[in-house]
């Protein structure tokens, strides 16, 4: 499963490897391309992540933070400043998209290296 010889990170350094991107093993490759897809194996140290998948996991992720950041957020400025519909209408979707762009890839990086660190087979090997 490990391709190096060095000692396998701890799962909570392999979930933030995950988290910003990088190689849950070794910390220097890429572990998404194309936005979410994980890439066959690490350009780095060859650890294969193809197999690995992370199922709706990122996605609740990314639903339960967004929604716990936006919907306050919108009715603290509702009740503080009483802005016209039309400025919730702008702002709140587009907070909303946005912070899901962001954090779906980390959210998924976080759940692969969570998976991985755990030797979790993977549902396609
Ligand atoms: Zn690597």
Do not use: I, V
């Given at each position: 499963m490990i391709a190096s010889t060095t000692p396998a990170p701890s799962k909570f350094v392999a979930s933030l490897r995950g988290l910003i991107?990088?190689?849950?093993?070794?910390?220097?490759?890429?572990?998404?391309?194309?936005?979410?897809k994980p890439v066959?194996?690490?350009?780095?140290?060859?650890?294969?992540?193809?197999?690995?998948r992370a199922d709706d996991a990122p996605p609740w992720m990314t639903i339960l933070i967004v929604g716990h950041v936006v919907i306050p957020a919108l009715l603290s400025v509702e009740q503080t400043?009483?802005?016209?519909t039309w400025v919730h209408m702008a702002v709140w979707p587009l907070l909303s998209l946005l912070m899901t762009l962001v954090l779906l890839p980390r959210c998924k990086g976080l759940v692969l290296g969570l998976l991985w660190s755990t030797g979790a087979p993977g549902s396609e090997r």
């Open positions: 991107g990088r190689c849950p093993n070794c910390g220097q490759g890429r572990l998404l391309r194309n936005y979410l066959e194996a690490c350009s780095a140290c060859g650890e294969a992540y193809g197999h690995l400043y009483e802005p016209p």
